[in-house]
């Protein structure tokens, strides 16, 4: 081999390099674009897809760390289980029954409040702040000062009905009176985060669209469901997407106020799945529950996405 | 159609007072510009006109009516925003027929009301679209459309045309012109621009601060300002200004510069030895040509404009321009002999700024 | 064995030998919040004096035995090595060691201590905790109250629903309560079930085989039901937790109170209303059955985890030493582990009523000893508040128990 033909590979290999390297430092359009999307990709990779996959995979285990045996695939025993489970429809129906009850509760109440702090009184400041405070408290702070109003011995609750002449109940006693206290304190909880998103939503209406409708002829009422109400509807889905969610995962309000009692009456499918995760240490049996939760957002959110997309495609 | 009548009108914010007390009589089917600088009060003016804005103070009268306490649809108006407000939820169509709509019309009649307005300004293909799907020319000529479907007695304009380009600016102009003649309806119509003013008005209202400053024809306001602020306002470029004072039967510019003030006609008469005046000259009255009275200036810039040359120089301490035709091109630096009609002069008073006659 | 603990001394020594504060080991005790930490720092200060290179530091766990296991699942199926040495309920020992939690104590006897406790620690013939202190189920009553309707302390629950009925009825009071007891849906409310139960000669479990009887269970639901109804509990019993019924007791709104051993010391303390007026006795049992109350205690388990294991377990035996068992006797009104303590002349001059307790102790019995205790404990906890809350009837109650249990002890 010559001298000059060893340079000349030599020069070659360096050359590759180069290539390589200037490729890298200095990438053509498609690759900077997969090097640009790699860590979000690798970052929603590792807190959501392999977790959801994780969570998949247990829930076909009979997984429990207290018989101390080791894990065991058992196909679909798990939502089998879950079908002759009292205690799991139960904690299902009470879940979308408080979804059900308490997003259209606190959307209605929320809007009230939105369009209350939007007037363009005096009055405005202190509605801005007694809606940031309900939002602003954690919510098992909630659970719990509310679990006080509802006591049956000390609560205010039964206080107020007793001064006006009215009998007092024990509201923990009866599933329905337990139920009817946990929507209404998830409903007073949520329509303040309601009201925020709203309230942003009706701040970005421009004003000369209600002078428009005056001068066209339309009165208050008119304008509401004319203009402020189809022009609120995309902040409205988005804020019912993060209620819905949220209302689906419903755990500490309940599980402060009534622990799921009385008996199981109150219980959630989220407490449901702590007790069968942290204080049975099911693994299997609670992913599976898991599992049926992350279905049922996934539904939903679906609907919601479709109205929205639906919505565009028409403009 | 209607006339509108303001009668001391007042509107205050607090203790600041907007519009301060002006009177206005706008006769059935004119067109009337409110112009001058933002902050004069012209948009507050219209907006009370339309119900928008309360009234603090005086009369507004629509036809016949005192409207003063009427909410907007009680008075029988339209309106075109600056921003257009269309409602962007609905189609062009939902647009233009809402008013008729709300007012129960029947759906035979306003589609027939709708698709003439459409037809009248050429935006019958356009009916199915939403206000997002548009360009602003379009929005603009919807939101109009949007004011003619129902007839009014007046139309009110609020700067409709400040989100245009130049250009779709002079085209859109010409069509509310057109617009105009075709229907005839009394338009008040409130802008900053005095181009848009000098071509669209039949009269002119000049606002400053909150007051009146002068009412009249676009000839009268240019021909005749009322003060060295209408003066200024009216006509592009802008009226120069330079100080004098009157000496043994001239104008004195203190830096050699001189006129005879019996040249100046009329507002000669009140010129008594020594006061002090503000000389109002418009560039496009000095003159290349020969002439008995003139101004020994040096040329400081020149902006050839193809079909102008703007020379500025400075007279007494004022910096002027002048107008001349395309071929004269003074080099800076040069000292130039600049004619003037002197009958053309205005002279103002240096304390009030109005006009002295 | 002996050649690895040999090494580990040998090297245990050279690094002492080397560089002394390197050899110091850092032991950590989890602790209830509730059970008196500033006693037991007493004791580990003692600990640390004897023990120079091995600090003891304290963490503290929630209130009740529920949070506290709550927590502790969370930290062990971590594998996580922060703790050391853990006090645990009763109930858990069987679960944590299940779970292979817990470092057995090899070859350790626990014959020593009450009979209960060494049943309690020894799981699969191996000892996998120590017992920290006793407690049991105990019928608080109003001596006074008693002595002035001429009221001996019942024998049963029926005598106990009398004499509560003659008592309030008496005292004319809205605030006097015939008896307190624990309706929540919480860990008291097990043994608020199995009294009764017990009581009738029943069990839950035998040798991990689901031995239920329904019959005894619906018995013991309506008699609970029955209080509530004849209004010798009050109406909202279902709301009632342990600490509650120490408290209303506490403040002399209570005849009767069925309580743990923690609510006399308190009882007799600053602030109560019923100082020198109160009595202990053995909870009633149903006509025609024994007498039978309800095992507390807590047991100091080594975290397997931990990786200070020798140092660990000689921590867990001083804790659970005779010694410190007196200590704590005295100074935190701890009911011993040790029989003999019970008629120690020190003990019994801090404690007089412990003479009145060992027998209550000695003859009180376990709840299920399973891996899946917490589940045995949901299914009834909740079936007894669903009860007293009007949810369920006694019957229903006692079916869905028994159905529930054979699902879990399959």
């Known amino acids: 081999m010559t001298v000059t033909s060893r340079l ?74 879950m079908l002759e489970d009292p205690v799991f429809w139960q904690a299902t129906w009470n879940t979308i029954l408080i979804t059900l009850i308490t997003v259209p ?37 909630a659970g719990l000062i509310f679990a006080w ?167 | 159609m209607a006339s509108v009548s303001l009668c001391k009108l007042d509107k205050s914010y607090g203790s600041y007072r907007v519009v301060k007390g002006i009177d206005l009589e706008i006769a059935d089917g004119e067109f009337v510009v409110l112009v001058g600088p933002s902050g004069c009060g012209k948009s507050t003016t219209l907006r009370m006109i339309a119900g928008l804005e309360s009234i603090t103070g005086g009369e507004i009268r629509i036809g016949e009516r005192v409207v003063n306490a009427l909410p907007p649809r009680e008075r029988d108006i339209a309106m075109v925003f600056q921003d257009y407000a269309l409602y962007p939820h609905k189609t062009v169509r939902e647009n233009m027929g809402f008013s008729l709509k709300v007012r129960g019309a029947s759906a035979e009649e306003a589609e027939a009301k709708v698709a003439a307005a459409a037809n009248m300004l050429g935006i019958a293909h356009l009916l199915d679209r939403r206000p997002g799907q548009l360009s602003g020319g379009q929005r603009q000529r919807v939101a109009m459309g949007r004011a003619i479907v129902r007839r009014p007695q007046v139309f009110l304009f ?64 240019y021909n005749n300002p009322a003060s060295v602020f209408v003066g200024g306002f009216v006509g592009s470029p802008s009226m120069n200004f330079a100080k004098a004072k009157a000496a043994g039967g001239l104008l004195d510019f203190a830096d050699g510069n001189r006129l005879p003030l019996a040249a100046l006609g009329g507002c000669a008469m009140s010129a008594v030895d020594g006061r002090e005046f503000i000389v109002g000259i418009r560039p496009e009255h000095f003159t290349t040509a020969a002439t008995d009275t003139g101004l020994n200036c040096v040329v400081e810039v020149v902006e050839p404009l193809g079909s102008d040359t703007l020379v500025h120089f400075s007279i007494g301490g004022s910096t002027l321009t002048a107008r001349l035709p395309p071929q004269a091109r003074p080099t800076p630096g040069e000292a130039l002999w600049i004619g003037l009609d002197p009958r053309k002069i205005h002279l103002f008073d240096t304390s009030t700024e109005r006009v002295v006659h | 064995m002996k050649f690895a603990r040999l090494a580990s001394l040998l090297w245990c020594g050279a690094v002492l030998a080397s560089s002394p504060a390197f050899a110091e080991t850092q032991l950590k005790v989890y602790l209830s919040s509730q059970g008196q930490p500033a006693v037991w720092r007493k004791a580990l200060d003692q600990f640390e004096a004897h023990n120079p290179g091995i600090k003891v530091t304290i963490e503290l766990g929630g209130a009740t035995s529920d949070l506290q296991a709550q927590y502790l699942n969370t930290v062990m199926s971590a594998k996580d090595s922060s703790l050391d040495v853990l006090i645990l309920d009763v ?268 027998p209550v102790v000695r003859t009180a019995r376990a709840r299920p000893v399973t891996p899946r205790y917490n589940e045995v404990s949901e299914v009834i906890r909740t079936t007894v508040n669903a009860v007293l809350a009007g949810v369920t009837t006694p019957a229903d109650g006692a079916a869905q128990i028994e159905n529930r249990l054979k699902r879990i002890l399959r």
Request: hydrophobic share 45%; with cysteine; net charge neutral.
């Open chain 2, 158 to 221: 609020d700067e409709p045309l400040s989100n245009l380009d130049a250009k779709l600016r002079g085209e859109v102009r010409a069509e509310i012109k057109r617009l105009h003649r075709a229907i005839g309806t009394t338009i008040v119509y409130v802008t900053h621009d005095q181009v848009e003013a000098m071509t669209l008005a039949d009269r002119i209202v000049i606002l400053r601060g909150g007051d009146i400053e002068q009412i009249g024809t676009p000839d009268e306001v």
């Open chain 3, 91 to 358: 109930i858990r020992p069987a679960q944590f060691a299940a779970a292979g939690w817990l470092s057995p104590f090899a070859g350790r006897d626990l014959q020593s201590y009450l009979r209960p406790y060494a049943e309690a620690n020894t799981v699969d013939g191996k000892v996998v905790a120590l017992p920290a202190f006793a407690d049991a189920m105990f019928l608080y009553y109003r001596k006074d109250l008693l002595d002035k309707y001429g009221l001996p302390p019942p024998k049963t629950w029926d005598e106990l629903a009398i004499a509560a009925k003659k008592v309030t009825e008496g005292e004319h009071s809205q605030d006097l309560q015939g008896l307190s007891f624990q309706g929540k849906a919480i860990e008291g409310a097990v043994c608020t079930f199995l009294l009764p139960y017990w009581s009738q000669g029943k069990t839950v479990v035998e040798g991990g085989k689901l031995t239920f009887d329904r019959d005894a269970a619906t018995k013991s639901l309506a008699l609970w039901k029955s209080f509530a109804e004849a209004g010798v509990a009050k109406k909202n019993i279902s709301e009632v937790a342990t600490d509650d019924t120490r408290k209303e007791f506490q403040a002399g709104n209570v005849v009767f109170a069925v309580n743990w051993g923690y609510a006399w010391a308190l009882s007799q303390g600053d602030g109560s209303a019923v100082v020198g007026k109160v009595g202990v006795a053995r909870l009633p049992a149903v006509a025609g059955g024994e007498q039978s109350s309800c095992l507390g205690g807590w047991e100091w388990g080594v975290s397997a985890y931990s990786k200070h294991q020798e140092e660990a377990k000689k921590l867990a035996e001083y804790l659970s030493s005779p010694e410190v068992s007196k200590f704590m006797a005295i100074n935190g009104s701890l009911l011993p582990t040790y029989a003999a303590l019970y008629t120690d002349s020190e003990v019994n001059k801090a404690a007089p009523w412990f003479a009145d307790a060992v």
């Open chain 1, 105 to 141: 509760g606190a959307l209605v109440v929320g809007l009230g409040l939105a369009l209350l702090a939007n007037l363009p009184f005096n009055i405005r400041w202190p509605v801005r702040l007694s809606l940031l405070i309900p939002w602003a408290l954690p919510l098992s702070f």
């Open chain 1, 149 to 315: 109003f509802f006591h049956s011995e000390y609560g205010v609750v039964n206080d107020v009905l007793n001064r006006v002449g009215l009998p007092g109940a024990i509201w923990f006693n009866s599933p329905r009176l337990a139920f009817a206290a946990i929507c209404l304190t998830i409903t007073w909880k949520a329509s303040s985060f309601m009201a925020m998103i709203i309230l942003a939503g009706l701040q970005t209406i421009p004003r000369s669209l209600y002078e428009a409708a005056d001068v066209d002829g339309a009165g208050r009422v008119r304008q509401f469901f004319e203009i402020t109400l189809p022009l609120l509807k995309p902040t409205i889905v988005v804020a019912l997407i993060f209620r819905t969610i949220a209302a689906l995962q419903t755990f500490d309000i309940p599980y402060m106020m009534t622990g799921g009692g009385p008996g199981t009456s109150t219980a959630t499918l989220a407490m449901y799945i702590h007790q069968n995760t942290v204080s049975f240490l099911d693994l299997g049996y609670g992913s599976a529950l898991a599992v049926v939760m992350f279905i049922l957002s996934m539904c939903v959110t679906a609907v919601y996405l479709r109205m929205i997309s639906g919505r565009e495609g028409a403009r």
């Open chain 1, 8 to 81: 000349e590979q030599v020069a070659e290999r360096v050359e590759t390099r180069r290539a390589m390297l200037s490729r890298l430092l200095d990438p053509d359009e498609t690759t900077l674009g997969a090097l640009l999307l790699a860590p979000a990709a690798v970052l929603l990779g590792g807190v959501i897809v392999y977790p959801v996959c994780k969570l998949l995979y247990t829930s076909f285990l009979d997984l429990s760390l207290t018989s101390g045996a080791p894990a065991r695939f058992v196909g679909l025993a798990n939502f089998q289980q």
